[in-house]
C-alpha cells in the first residue's frame, strides 16, 4: 500500500519534475527497481528530495543501493547489472544466511517429489541467468547441493543436464484484456523489465 501512495505521490502527483532522471521503474509488493540516469551523488540527492516530498504522507525510504555500470545490484532473488556494452546482465542473488539446504532423499514422500524439486529450482536459475556459462555455473553449484541432500546422482545429472540444453524463452506477460487480474505496464517506451523471471529482459 505505502508503495502505491509513493508512486502515485511521485508519477501522479504535483512535483512530477523529480523523477525527471528516473528512466525505468518496477516494483514487486514493497521492493523496487530502477534505472537512474545520473551520478550516485545525483542520485543521493535525488533520495534526500523524495524523502522531503513524500514525509508529507508519514513515508520514508530508509534503505536503497546504487551501483554503476558493470556492478551487481541485487533484487529480490536477482542481481543484475549493465556491462558496457549496455546490455543487461543477470544472476542469482543468494542471502548469507541461506543455508541452499533441501528435502532429504529417503523421506517419506513420491519419487516424483525429487524429481520436481531438481527440475523446478534449476528451470528457475535458466528463467534468471541470461548467460550460458554462468547458468551452467550456478546449475553446478545446486547439483552439489542436492548432492549433499542425497538426491541420487543420476536422477541429478539427467535433470540437470536437460534444463543447461533448454532455451531461455520466456513466457509473454498475460494479456489483460481477457483477465480480472491487473498486469502492470511499464509507462516508458523500450524500457528494460529488470523483474526478468517473468518476462523477457527487454520488456
Same mark, same amino acid.
Request: aromatic share 12%; hydrophobic share 35%.
Given at each position: 500500500?505505502?508503495? /502505491?501512495?509513493?508512486?502515485?505521490? !511521485?508519477?501522479?502527483?504535483t512535483n512530477?519534475? /523529480?523523477?525527471? #532522471?528516473?528512466?525505468?521503474v518496477?516494483?514487486?509488493? &514493497?521492493?523496487?527497481?530502477? !534505472?537512474?540516469?545520473? +551520478?550516485?551523488?545525483?542520485?543521493?540527492?535525488?533520495?534526500? #528530495? $523524495?524523502n +522531503?516530498?513524500?514525509?508529507?504522507?508519514? !513515508?520514508?525510504?530508509?534503505?536503497?543501493? $546504487?551501483? &554503476?555500470?558493470? +556492478?551487481?545490484?541485487?533484487? !529480490?532473488?536477482?542481481?543484475f547489472?549493465?556491462?558496457?556494452?549496455?546490455?543487461l546482465? +543477470?544472476?542469482?542473488?543468494?542471502?548469507?544466511?541461506?543455508?541452499r539446504?533441501? /528435502?532429504?532423499?529417503?523421506?517419506?514422500? %513420491?519419487n516424483?517429489?525429487?524429481?520436481?524439486?531438481?527440475?523446478?529450482?534449476?528451470?528457475?536459475?535458466?528463467?534468471?541467468?541470461?548467460n550460458?556459462?554462468?547458468?551452467?555455473?550456478r546449475? &553446478?553449484? =545446486?547439483?552439489?547441493?542436492?548432492?549433499?541432500?542425497n538426491?541420487?546422482?543420476?536422477?541429478?545429472?539427467?535433470i540437470?543436464?536437460?534444463?543447461?540444453?533448454? %532455451?531461455?524463452?520466456?513466457? %509473454? %506477460?498475460?494479456?489483460?484484456?481477457h483477465?480480472?487480474? =491487473?498486469?502492470?505496464?511499464?509507462?516508458?517506451?523500450?524500457?528494460?523489465? $529488470?523483474i526478468?523471471?517473468?518476462?523477457?529482459?527487454?520488456?
Amino acid at each position: 500500500w505505502d508503495w /502505491l501512495r509513493m508512486g502515485w505521490i !511521485l508519477c501522479e502527483g504535483t512535483n512530477q519534475e /523529480l523523477m525527471a #532522471n528516473v528512466k525505468s521503474v518496477k516494483r514487486f509488493i &514493497d521492493d523496487g527497481a530502477g !534505472l537512474f540516469d545520473g +551520478t550516485k551523488r545525483q542520485y543521493s540527492d535525488f533520495i534526500n #528530495n $523524495v524523502n +522531503t516530498e513524500i514525509s508529507k504522507f508519514g !513515508l520514508l525510504i530508509d534503505e536503497y543501493s $546504487v551501483a &554503476d555500470n558493470c +556492478t551487481y545490484i541485487s533484487f !529480490l532473488d536477482i542481481k543484475f547489472c549493465f556491462d558496457q556494452d549496455g546490455n543487461l546482465q +543477470t544472476d542469482l542473488f543468494t542471502k548469507e544466511t541461506d543455508s541452499r539446504a533441501y /528435502l532429504f532423499y529417503g523421506s517419506c514422500h %513420491p519419487n516424483h517429489v525429487y524429481s520436481s524439486i531438481v527440475y523446478s529450482q534449476c528451470l528457475r536459475l535458466r528463467r534468471i541467468i541470461n548467460n550460458d556459462e554462468r547458468l551452467s555455473h550456478r546449475i &553446478d553449484e =545446486l547439483v552439489q547441493c542436492f548432492y549433499n541432500s542425497n538426491f541420487p546422482k543420476k536422477m541429478v545429472e539427467k535433470i540437470s543436464k536437460k534444463v543447461k540444453s533448454l %532455451p531461455r524463452k520466456l513466457p %509473454p %506477460p498475460r494479456d489483460a484484456s481477457h483477465s480480472s487480474i =491487473l498486469v502492470p505496464s511499464s509507462p516508458v517506451k523500450g524500457s528494460i523489465r $529488470v523483474i526478468s523471471t517473468f518476462g523477457s529482459d527487454t520488456d
